[in-house]
């Protein structure tokens, strides 16, 4: 059954350009949006840019530019690292647009009117890459307990959030709803906190002037993370009761990096729970890229360029590595060695092998024209068991979010089809001319597990899969009717595949 699905990522702040960590939520994001899609849903995905707050006018006044030429400038290299890395969003959304400003304003006022928005004084340790505050005894060594950087103490007129009211409120419906943060240990993290107790935030500045101002008092702009938190909804045209706030609101899963939990688990639900709106259905917080077994910093010059590896490796390839090295969740390493070691093994050697075995096969045996397959036997059954189990395993991992799994449980009917040439040995079945019908077969169950393959492999991978099935002779779209078994028919020209990825010499080898 049809179903509507509303999934986002996290918008990022425009004083840096895109880096490897940028990438690969939104790899995911796009990844299950192309699931969902292949099985028929509705999707909205929503990405953007985060430019209103201290961080980003700093770094333009650094720049000598206005923070608008600033994000004007940094918005487009994401834009076009997302089109490079195939990415099928449906909305992008940037903070400094009159829709976003408009719906932040009007959710400020209506959290006011109802008495949970008010003015008071703040003093305390401010960290300006954070954009966050912390009390004194939350500093380590003065320094932000997240980032380890220096903070610096404000005082000033603030207008507060009532987040300590809706305390109560926040843990039960997080007891009640085991699936609402994930991973385990995340969740686990988030409710130790919320039990520490929620103080009330502080929710507007006045020592800077770049962002959205409080409406009525222009002396303050709205905090960066309350206007950011919003985007998830004014993207879809709140307040206005739009059609894409009905069918998308609440959010299926807000994919975050596991840095901006807090934010999204703690700030960003009760807010919603004070403007009367429902709560998001996930938030899941996926792990941190190391490189090279370091931590990526610009002053340690090792920041991976997701471009730079799309150059070199090919878009495919750095999307399988991404979504494959890593069970989503958990830390993980980047390294050249590792990337060229999966694009060796698993993409060259299992994945475009069996592809070029098969059509060189079938061009020698039967002119590339699909044959009718006869009966079954034992071997062919249990493949084709195989192939037809998959689609099912693979909705449950990705309910899970389990992209790594999801592959693996792939790469699982890749090398049955190898395994699978190999026991039939369809060459010695050539030579025989009474096993003609019997070589049909083989080669039929070959291409067909193959043709499903590249069906579920599509969120993926959605080059490398047109391009396999269209040696397959598959002219059809991608569609979740391509995903049953049986779908090749007899007549069928297939071609003789070229490699889908070259080897790389690997260093040692
Ligand atoms: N603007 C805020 C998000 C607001 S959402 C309402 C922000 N932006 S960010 O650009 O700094 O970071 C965006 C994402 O990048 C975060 O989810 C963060 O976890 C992710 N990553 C940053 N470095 C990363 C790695 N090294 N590895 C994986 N993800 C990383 O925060």
């Not at 009007?106 to 966050?132: H, N, Q």
């Amino acid at each position: 059954m049809s179903r509507n699905f509303y999934v986002t990522t996290p918008i990022y702040y425009v004083n840096d350009v895109p880096h490897l960590g940028h990438a690969y939520t939104t790899l995911a994001a796009d990844v299950l949006t192309r699931y969902r899609k292949l099985k028929g849903d509705k999707v909205f995905f929503l990405t953007g840019t985060d430019e209103h707050g201290q961080k980003v006018e700093k770094a333009a006044n650094a720049t000598g530019e206005t923070p608008l030429e600033l994000a004007d400038r940094v918005v487009k290299r994401f834009q076009s690292l997302w089109e490079k890395l195939g990415i099928d969003f449906t909305d992008f959304i940037r903070t400094t647009q009159e829709r976003h400003k408009k719906g932040v304003s009007e959710l400020f006022s209506r959290v006011m009117a109802k008495g949970d928005i008010y003015l008071g004084e703040y003093e305390d340790w401010y960290c300006t890459p954070c954009e966050t505050f912390w009390t004194e005894t939350q500093l380590i060594d003065f320094k932000c307990p997240d980032c380890n950087r220096p903070t610096e103490k404000l005082k000033e007129e603030s207008y507060f959030f009532r987040m300590s009211k809706y305390q109560d409120a926040l843990l039960a419906h997080i007891e009640a709803n085991p699936d609402f943060i994930q991973p385990k240990s995340r969740r686990n993290e988030i409710i130790s906190f919320v039990r520490e107790g929620l103080r009330d935030l502080s929710v507007s500045r006045t020592s800077f002037t770049w962002g959205i101002p409080v409406p009525g008092n222009e002396k303050h702009v709205i905090y960066v993370w309350f206007d950011a938190l919003a985007n998830y909804i004014t993207a879809l045209g709140y307040p206005d009761e739009t059609a894409d706030f009905t069918d998308f609101w609440p959010a299926d899963v807000h994919l975050i990096g596991k840095d901006i939990l807090r934010f999204h688990a703690v700030y960003w639900p009760t807010f919603l729970m004070a403007a009367g709106l429902p709560i998001p259905r996930k938030v899941f917080a996926h792990g941190w890229w190391t490189v090279e077994g370091q931590k990526m910093s610009k002053s340690l010059q090792n920041v991976v360029e997701p471009n730079m590896l799309i150059d070199r490796y090919g878009v495919d390839a750095v999307r399988y590595f991404l979504m494959r090295e890593v069970p989503f969740g958990l830390d993980g390493d980047f390294s050249h060695a590792a990337m060229v070691h999966r694009i060796n093994s698993d993409l060259a050697n299992d994945l475009g092998n069996l592809l070029n075995r098969s059509t060189a096969m079938m061009n020698k045996y039967f002119g590339g024209v699909v044959e009718e397959p006869g009966e079954f036997t034992g071997t062919d059954l249990a493949y084709r068991e195989k192939t037809e189990t998959l689609a099912g395993l693979l909705d449950s991992c990705l309910d899970d979010l389990a992209f790594s799994k999801a592959l693996q449980v792939i790469w699982e009917v890749i090398s049955a089809g190898n395994k699978y040439i190999d026991e039939t040995a369809p060459w010695t079945l050539a030579k025989d001319p009474a096993q003609r019908g019997r070589l049909a077969t083989v080669m039929y169950c070959i291409l067909e597990s193959q043709r499903v393959v590249f069906h579920l492999l599509f969120p993926f991978m959605p080059d490398t899969c047109r391009k396999g099935l269209s040696y397959l002779g598959w002219e059809e779209p991608v569609s979740e009717r391509g995903i049953a078994w049986g779908g090749l028919r007899p007549g069928t020209k297939t071609a003789k595949a070229e490699p889908l990825f070259p080897r790389i010499e690997e260093k040692g080898e």
